[in-house]
């Protein structure tokens, strides 16, 4: 019989070919891998040199979104110069690549046909990049004849206007307090103690010490098909979202509606700092904006739907029959926060809520993303495992999930992401059996770059890729096992962390703990580039909660999906749900108030971020020369933040914030100090303070040396207990008639501050501020008699007001407050003296802004600190030689004088 002699691992016995034949399936399996573990010896590894040293070829797909990501991005900064310089490198590139397939070897004798598909592959990737910077400039920018758009305008108009409700109605109720006294422990020399203050600012909560409203606007997106004017119909296209005055009736997608309302445009950021809402509604496809007085403004015109509506008038009733089934089994946590978290539309959350989810870091638990769809994908495909056998039954039962609850949710831009990428991985799985996870994540960017280009630059879009391009990255490293080959056994032996057996909850806590650490990293650059909050207790209540998340959503889904039966049906689930939501709220709101769980920094310069996911994306790219690449990289960067931080000279700086009816002006001197007279807006403590608090923070800074109240109202102070919460505020000073018992927003100002170790003073006519060196800060009024009781009222508020006389290289401005009556008077007898720069006082009233003002300043420039609603008709006629200036339909005015003397004004809008 003749042998065969094959050399085994470690033994060299010979062994039977006819034997060999009937090894059972485990011997087979472990005699290729022994020889495979000898064919591979370190001796024989293939060089460095000639390993691929990019990924292009197995992730093709990523590639191409990266390219096209690049385009758009580097087109939104620099314009379509971009695409043209695109197209001549993707020229050169063919140019290249045909010298290179004719000429075989170069005057050194190296071979040049090994260049050619490089160059190829860079032509490619030129092209697509430029095609889509072009694309996202002509989806971004071109509009129909009949748009509504060319029709829109910032300033409303009045309009009649026929179509299709394209979305349930969301019923958002906002809150306002006017509060009326407290008292207020003042000490007129010194600090005042934090404790004393505390006690004053909460002795008057309760029925009798405050006076709530409420704001009832209900909103939904409208389908216009024409504008009626008399009896004609001019036809007309585009999406608008409609805010009706007050509760309307539910209306369903399908509805033939007319509306009576003032159409405008969205407005644009209208402060430095603020996140550009007009251009987020404008992704969405919403190019209008219909204000509508009174529900009986909205009429129903037909009963008739439309067949292509039924769909999605179904759904919306399931989704609404689902609400309501969770009204009936939500009792101790937020019914908002319920169908937030499970349906979208966070919109109608609390805004106190929301704002403790970002601070702890769990903003994205209210986004129904990823993660949801996910959740639900494999709840319903574990379910259907029993009855559904074959594997494409299985699947197509996957994509139903998926169809359905992008309808449920309305085609929310999560969704919507996720829908793309679940649907590409299983139908790739079916058709190829294994799928590469970063194409997939490629082709899904891709597809959506192609359908919305302009989605790219959202921060949703980036961070949801990012999280999800990290979480592949790491399971394909740590599930990826190490191997090591022993010499005295010849067998492979897994290294890695599968090796823990018995502990695999161990195992996959350990890969989820440094999962989302590596998640955490890489995002807080972005986050911090955009928003500027950054939440290291984040990091540890996404490990913590990790458990407590599948249980909200699974209970959650159950109890939607039985409450469309029958509510009863969803009790013992919905019990569960609201009980896992309500730890999970109190959880979030005792993280919000940690200390240092979270921290709200000035955004970090987008060069920064830039160059790290520069630098990353090298290191992921690169095998070989991966070192190289990522410092390179750096030091290109830190070159190019070099010339960006070349010392330039600072002017004085001053921005008249737009608040409504408030006053905010925030001061910056040459030498970075940062000032802030008043801070308020009437019944909008809330928009005031983050209007504030983002532009401090874009002019890079998140603290204020000195803050001054001009008067006690609450148009002008009422923002500082919330600035507090992001602000520190170093000195506190204001007039004596402002040490007032009968007013609660200062003794709340005052508490806050203090609370800080803040210092807080009074201040009178007569006193220097020294601020800055380089600038002298005056105030003119009010003039107080020291034998005067402190809390004597012998005249109003505003005729006390704090008024502050700016001089700058001999250029002079005036902020004035509510200056009126007697306080007026007594201004105008002063000295006359020529003011660049006037804030009209009062919001531009009449009863203060008289002929004898302009007399005694002259102003060039007069600036209105005003709501829509007010009515400043009477500044041109007053004022006639100046240039009037208006926050309410300019946005800020910022006011710069440089080194010359030279003063600029200028607007945020147009």
């Known amino acids: 019989m003749a042998l065969s002699q094959t050399a085994v691992a470690g033994s060299t016995a010979p062994v039977d070919s006819h034997s060999q034949g009937r090894l059972t399936k485990e011997r087979q399996s472990d005699f290729v891998m022994e020889q495979q573990s000898r064919s591979m010896t370190p001796a024989e590894e293939e060089p460095p040199s000639r390993r691929p040293s990019v990924l292009w070829g197995r992730v093709p797909a990523l590639v191409a979104a990266g390219a096209m990501a690049s385009g758009i991005v580097l087109q939104e900064i620099l314009g379509l110069g971009v695409c043209l310089a695109g197209a001549v490198g993707v020229l050169v590139c063919l140019i290249a690549w045909r010298i290179s397939l004719q000429r075989k070897h170069d005057t050194s004798g190296r071979k040049l046909s090994q260049y050619a598909s490089g160059f190829l592959v860079a032509g490619a990737l030129l092209a697509l990049a430029s095609a889509a910077g072009l694309w996202h400039e002509a989806t971004w920018n071109w509009t129909s004849r009949d748009s509504l758009s060319r029709l829109a305008d910032l300033r409303s108009q009045g309009v009649c206007l026929e179509g299709i409700c394209r979305s349930t109605v969301l019923v958002e109720r906002i809150h306002s307090s006017f509060s009326k006294s407290s008292p207020v422990a003042m000490m ?99 190019v209008g904006h219909v204000r509508v007085k ?24 399931l989704r609404q029959r689902g609400e309501r089934s969770l009204e009936q089994v939500i009792v101790r ?43 639900v994908v494999l709840l ?164 913590a909660l990790a458990p407590l998340v599948p249980i909200i959503l699974w209970s959650g889904y159950i109890t939607l999906l039985l409450g469309m039966i029958h509510p009863w049906l969803a009790i013992p689930s919905g019990w569960v749900f609201d009980w896992s939501l309500y730890w999970l709220i109190d959880v979030v709101d005792q993280a919000a108030g940690w200390s240092y769980g979270h921290f709200v920094l000035s955004p970090l310069p987008v060069e920064y971020a830039l160059i790290f996911y520069s630098a990353v994306a090298g290191m992921l790219l690169f095998r070989v020369h991966r070192v190289r690449v990522v410092m390179l990289t750096l030091g290109l960067g830190v070159i190019w933040l070099a010339l960006g931080y070349w010392p330039q000279e600072r002017p004085l700086r001053l921005t008249f914030l737009s608040v409504g009816h408030g006053l905010a002006v925030l001061v910056e001197t040459p030498d970075q100090k940062m000032w802030l007279y008043d801070a308020g807006s009437l019944g909008q403590d809330r928009r005031a303070a983050r209007v504030i608090g983002q532009a401090i923070r874009h002019y890079g800074s998140i603290q204020l040396d000195a803050v001054t109240i001009s008067h006690a109202d609450a148009d002008h102070a009422n923002a500082i207990p919330r600035l507090t919460r992001d602000v520190s505020i170093r000195w506190l000073g204001m007039p004596k008639s402002a040490a007032d018992p009968d007013q609660r927003v200062i003794g709340e100002a005052v508490a806050a501050v203090a609370s800080q170790g803040g210092i807080i003073r009074l201040v009178q006519g007569g006193q220097k501020f020294c601020l800055s060196q380089d600038v002298e800060i005056e105030f003119l009024w009010p003039l107080v008699n020291r034998e005067e009781p402190l809390f004597s009222r012998k005249t109003t508020d505003n005729s006390e007001s704090l008024v502050a006389k700016i001089t700058y290289q001999n250029r ?28 009209a006082p009062h919001h531009g009233g009449k009863r203060s802004n008289v002929a004898a003002l302009n007399q005694w300043a002259r102003p060039q420039h007069v600036i209105s600190s005003q709501g829509p609603g007010d009515v400043t008709t009477g500044l041109e006629q007053t004022f006639v030689d100046s240039k009037i200036w208006v926050t309410s339909k300019q946005g800020a005015i910022v006011v710069e004088i440089d080194l010359a003397g030279v003063v600029t004004v200028r607007s945020q809008l147009p």
């Not at 369903?252 to 007319?258: E, K, N």
């Not at 739907?305 to 008038?313: A, D």
């Not at 994509?399 to 309808?407: D, K, P, Q, S």
């Not at 997939?440 to 921060?459: K, N, R, Y």
């Open 188 to 286: 007129v020399s010194g600090s005042i103690p934090a404790e004393a203050a505390n006690v004053g600012a909460e002795s008057d909560r309760g029925a009798n010490g405050e006076a709530a409203s409420q704001r009832v606007i209900s909103r939904f997106v409208f389908s216009v098909e024409s504008l009626v004017a008399g009896r004609e119909h001019r036809h007309v296209s585009g999406d608008v979202q409609v805010d009706v005055e007050g509760e309307t009736r539910i209306f369903q997608p399908g509805d033939r509606l007319r509306i009576y309302g003032k159409l405008s445009r969205p407005a644009p950021p209208m402060n430095p700092g603020e996140f550009n809402y007009a251009d987020w509604l404008y992704a969405q496809g919403i």
């Open 294 to 317: 009174h529900p009986e403004a909205v009429v129903q015109t037909s009963d008739r739907i439309p067949v292509s509506w039924r769909l999605r008038r179904g759904m919306s009733w």
């Open 333 to 375: 946590s937020s019914l908002e926060l319920a169908s937030s978290i499970l349906l979208g539309g966070r919109q109608r959350l609390d805004a106190d809520l929301r704002e403790s989810f970002v601070r702890s870091g769990l903003l994205h638990i209210l986004a129904v993303s990823g993660m949801n769809v996910g959740l």
């Open 380 to 543: 319903i495909m574990t379910l259907s495992k029993g009855m559904i056998r074959h594997p494409w039954g299985l699947a197509a039962c996957g994509l139903g999930t998926i169809t359905l609850f992008l309808m449920l949710a309305e085609n929310d831009p999560p969704v919507v992401r996720a829908a793309f990428f679940g649907s590409a991985w299983i139908l790739g799985s079916r058709w190829a059996g294994v799928v590469e996870p970063l194409n997939v994540l490629g082709l899904t960017a891709v597809t959506l770059m192609i359908l919305s280009p302009h989605d790219l630059l959202q921060l949703g879009f980036q961070l949801s890729f990012l999280a999800v391009a990290t979480l592949l990255i790491v399971a394909r490293t740590m599930g990826k096992p190490q191997i090591s080959q022993n010499q005295s056994e010849g067998v492979m032996a897994p290294t890695g962390w599968r090796t823990i057996r018995g502990h695999r909850w161990l195992a996959m806590l350990w890969q989820l703990m440094i999962a989302t650490f590596v998640i955490w990293c890489l995002t807080t650059p972005l986050i911090a580039a955009t928003s500027g909050v950054i939440s290291p207790v984040g990091l540890i209540l996404n490990i």
């Open 812 to 839: 002079v401005i005036l902020l004035t407050g509510d200056l009126e009556g007697e306080g007026l008077v007594r201004l105008l007898e002063t000295p006359p003296g020529m003011v660049d720069v006037l804030l």
